[in-house]
């Protein structure tokens, strides 16, 4: 193996592990129950999951065509940057709006955050 082809597993990987964070993450939109832990799973995991699988395609770019993509560089920051505050402004919009948490006890929305 040269260090082309374990460069190329590399990225693989990490692009792999991107698309199994970007899984988890619709798993949780699925299942969970309200707004507010649904947007965790949406914001959370999937940024992950993006992020990786964008570093993933840098690394092959990088190591491949010698090719260092500023475009790839701008959206891992630009996405870094947004997604968790725009998960954390829809979870505030929610609760301001008077949207009910969901509680264990027999289905019922619960009105306290604890």
Same mark, same amino acid.
């Given at each position: 193996?040269?260090?082309?082809?374990?460069?190329?597993?590399?990225?693989?990987?990490?692009? !792999?592990?991107?698309? /199994?964070?970007?899984?988890? =993450?619709?798993?949780?939109?699925?299942? &969970? *129950?309200? /707004?507010?832990?649904? =947007?965790?799973?949406?914001?959370? =995991? =999937?940024? !992950?999951?993006?992020?990786?699988?964008?570093?993933?395609v840098f690394? &092959? &770019?990088?190591?491949?065509?010698? %090719? &260092?993509?500023?475009?790839?560089?701008?959206?891992?920051?630009? !996405?870094? /940057?947004?997604?968790?505050?725009?998960?954390? !402004?829809?979870?505030?919009?929610? %609760?301001?709006?008077?949207?009910?948490?969901?509680?264990?006890?027999?289905g019922k929305?619960? *009105?306290?955050?604890?």
């Amino acid at each position: 193996m040269n260090v082309n082809e374990i460069s190329n597993l590399i990225a693989a990987i990490i692009i !792999l592990l991107g698309s /199994i964070m970007a899984l988890i =993450s619709t798993i949780g939109l699925l299942r &969970f *129950k309200d /707004i507010y832990t649904r =947007s965790h799973a949406a914001t959370k =995991s =999937s940024t !992950l999951g993006v992020l990786l699988t964008l570093t993933g395609v840098f690394i &092959f &770019f990088l190591v491949n065509d010698n %090719y &260092f993509s500023v475009r790839v560089i701008l959206g891992i920051t630009f !996405l870094y /940057i947004t997604s968790p505050v725009a998960g954390h !402004l829809i979870t505030r919009a929610a %609760y301001n709006s008077g949207v009910e948490m969901y509680t264990k006890e027999s289905g019922k929305k619960g *009105k306290q955050l604890n």
